[in-house]
């Protein structure tokens, strides 16, 4: 919740805090003067009798606020109570009020102290609000932790990145930039899907492929986009300190940054750097804006998933400075022989059950694939979700599809593989990767490692369904019609049970989100 102060109660003061108190968050007032107590108390608001200036009042408030606004009318005052706010609140958003008729050099000193000023010219109550309100609060906190960084900023997108996770990292570079720092944007894994390269190709984006567990040589600050954990969905060694958080998926456990920046109620990371943009002021670049158009598409699904008014609102001011002709082609890129083998596969494999379809192809060369023979075969009559899974240098990559409102395949596959491995995604786009641990020297018995693994998905994923009692299933399954803990004649142990007790000691997190790369 934003916690807002104000300090002092002059003429723009009264104003001022009846805005900030409609406001979501809390609102707390300082003020000495006598006349204005009575009239400044309220239930929605938090009135303290007491000199603004005094850092022993502002020490025992009950909240640490987020943002400060100094308000009276003396400028000499105001430089006083600013530069003692600045000591006991060090992380706080500041807005001072320059007061009437302020000197030169009284409004150099009210700088010196807080983030922003305010005078007569711009001291409308609807500017201090906007700078004071959460969008304010958030890009000047941003800003001063970019300028704070005595380096390189190193941004690192999730794993396999994708259109979004990829245009976030290149806007948040332009906005660091103009903060005055240097960056690197950094990725774990591949960008292997056709139309992800030719995003990354045609827009000239510059992009450092790191290897697992490596981080680049100059490194002076860590930004998180489109993911919020390190080693989580990263390469990032997990104890890695991370400066700056921006992300739009719903964490699972707390997230420690400097700066984070959690909304899940847009349907794309993109939309929330067109926000930042645009209350700084950046001039939009036409490859950034193009490549978050791109993103806000891919990630909402040309605006039919998790879509919000402000995704609108973002893409409409990305589209008068987007390359369209780009677009175009980045849509149309080609598509390899492997992709074609994989997806005839997957129509090949199939198994349905109901509106479920399931198909395992295999071992994979291009893990992207797998996304895309699931989005082929949710077009096929009578099938409402399908799961694709496949294997890749000792990990199982599963991607799985849903249409309607049947399922929620992210936490369906966080039920079904968030014990073994990680998973997570949307409500009709996600994905899973389990690491096969020893299991993997079976090299000379495929035919036997394929079978564990068709039965170690098919029995945890629909296990999920039927604990989510998820309407897909209904009627179709008896109480054992996927009972697959096929047992070995030699050994009478189950498959699965076989695989539990080999991947058990993996190090992969259950609450671990795996973005899907679409």
């Known amino acids: 919740m934003t916690t807002r102060l104000v300090l002092d ?24 003067d006598e006349r204005r107590l009575d009239t400044l108390r309220s239930a929605d608001r938090t009135v303290v009798a007491g000199d ?4 022993d009042i502002l020490s025992n408030l009950e909240a640490t606020p987020d943002s400060v606004v100094i308000a009276g009318d003396d400028p000499a005052r105001n430089v006083t109570i600013a530069t003692v706010a600045r000591r006991v609140f060090p992380d706080a958003f500041l807005l001072g009020y320059a007061g009437r008729d302020p000197s030169a050099a009284e409004r150099d000193r009210l ?41 390189t900023l190193a941004i690192f997108t999730h794993d396999n990145p994708d259109p979004d996770a990829i245009a976030s990292a290149v806007a948040l570079a332009r906005i660091a930039e103009a903060a005055g720092c240097e960056t690197e944007i950094c990725y774990y894994g591949a960008i292997s899907h056709q139309e992800n390269r030719a995003f990354v190709n045609l827009l000239e984006y510059e992009l450092q492929q790191l290897e697992s567990g490596t981080v680049p040589d100059a490194m002076n600050g860590v930004a998180l986009v489109d993911h919020s954990r390190p ?61 978050l158009l791109f993103g806000i598409r891919v990630d909402t699904n040309d605006f039919r998933r998790e879509v919000s008014p402000t995704d609108f609102e973002a893409a409409g001011t990305l589209v008068p400075y987007a390359d ?33 379809l399931l198909s ?11 996304a895309q023979a699931a989005d ?8 409402n979700a399908t799961l694709v899974y496949g294997l890749q240098e000792g990990v199982i990559y599963v991607s799985a599809r849903a249409r309607g409102t049947d399922i929620d395949l ?109």
């Open 52 to 55: 603004p200036s005094d850092g």
């Open 410 to 518: 992210g936490e369906t596959l966080r039920d079904a593989f968030g014990q073994i491995g990680s998973a997570g995604g949307h409500a009709d786009m996600a994905g899973a990767q389990v690491t096969l641990g020893v299991l993997e020297q079976i090299e000379d018995r495929d035919e036997d490692l394929e079978k564990i693994v068709d039965s170690v998905v098919t029995n945890r994923f629909f296990d999920a369904l039927e604990s989510r009692d998820d309407r897909l299933l209904e009627d179709v399954y008896g109480p054992t019609a996927y009972d697959i803990e096929a047992v070995d004649d030699d050994t009478h142990t189950s498959t699965t049970d076989v695989f539990h007790a080999l991947v058990s000691g993996g190090d992969t997190p259950a609450d671990q989100d795996a973005s899907e790369d679409t």
């Open 376 to 383: 082929r075969l949710l077009n096929l009559e009578g099938v």
């Open 111 to 151: 700088a010196d102290a807080v983030d922003e000023v305010v005078d007569g010219t711009t001291a409308a109550a609807e500017f201090v609000v906007s700078s004071a309100g959460d969008a304010g609060i958030r890009v000047r906190q941003l800003q001063r932790i970019l300028r704070s960084i005595d380096g």
């Open 231 to 291: 080693g989580v969905n990263d390469g990032l060694p997990r104890d890695t300190a991370v400066d700056v958080v921006i992300d739009h998926h719903p964490p699972r456990v707390p997230v420690e940054a400097r700066f984070v920046d959690l909304r899940s109620d847009v349907g794309a990371t993109s939309t929330l750097l067109v926000e930042y943009l645009d209350s700084l002021g950046l001039p939009l670049r036409t490859e950034v804006a193009t490549g």
């Open 360 to 370: 395992g192809v295999g071992r994979v060369g291009d893990r992207d694939a797998l």
């Open 324 to 356: 369209m002709d780009a677009l175009k082609r980045i849509e149309s890129p080609t598509i390899s022989t492997e992709t074609l083998e994989i997806v005839g596969r997957a129509i090949e494999n199939r198994v349905q059950e109901g509106a479920v």
């Open 9 to 32: 109660c002059g003429s723009l003061g009264r104003t001022l805090v009846d805005d900030l108190a409609e406001r979501r968050g809390s609102l707390t007032i300082v003020t000495d």
